[in-house]
Nanobody, 127 residues
Framework: HAQLVESGGDSVQAGGSLRLSCAGY???????IGWFRQAPGKRREKVAT????????YYIDSVEGRFTIARDNTKRKVSLQMNSLKPDDTAMYYC?????????????????????WGQGTQVTVSE
């Protein structure tokens, strides 16, 4: 089975930046890739999604304009550039994927379909 691997988590001060990377999905061009996060005591939430077959990315409102998800299909990696980080962004960040022929907003609207997961990478933002 494919195994996703995240990297790039770290501890930073508010206002700082981090770049997370997700690798390990296959060479197919029909993956929805999503970044999720879960803070202690809170439910896991979907942060951003992108389709490896093309199309626009999607974000939750709280990260719109600060986070950028991007795909590099030649390297089979998806990144999450996080700028202007806030303490509320502190969480374990997970990369997840599922195969579908429908991309775009479908990737953002689906949650239970994500069936490939990484182990997570910790992001801590201090005041």
């Amino acid at each position: 089975h494919a195994q996703l691997v995240e990297s790039g988590g770290d501890s930073v001060q508010a206002g700082g930046s981090l770049r997370l990377s997700c690798a390990g999905y296959g060479s197919r061009s029909d993956y929805c890739i999503g970044w999720f996060r879960q803070a202690p005591g809170k439910r896991r939430e979907k942060v951003a999604t992108i389709y490896t077959g093309g199309g626009a990315p999607y974000y939750i409102d709280s990260v719109e304009g600060r986070f950028t998800i991007a795909r590099d299909n030649t390297k089979r990696k998806v990144s999450l550039q996080m700028n202007s980080l806030k303490p509320d962004d502190t969480a374990m960040y997970y990369c997840a994927a599922f195969i579908t022929t429908i991309g775009g907003s479908w990737c953002f609207s689906r949650t239970a379909d994500y069936n490939l997961w990484g182990q997570g990478t910790q992001v801590t933002v201090s005041e």
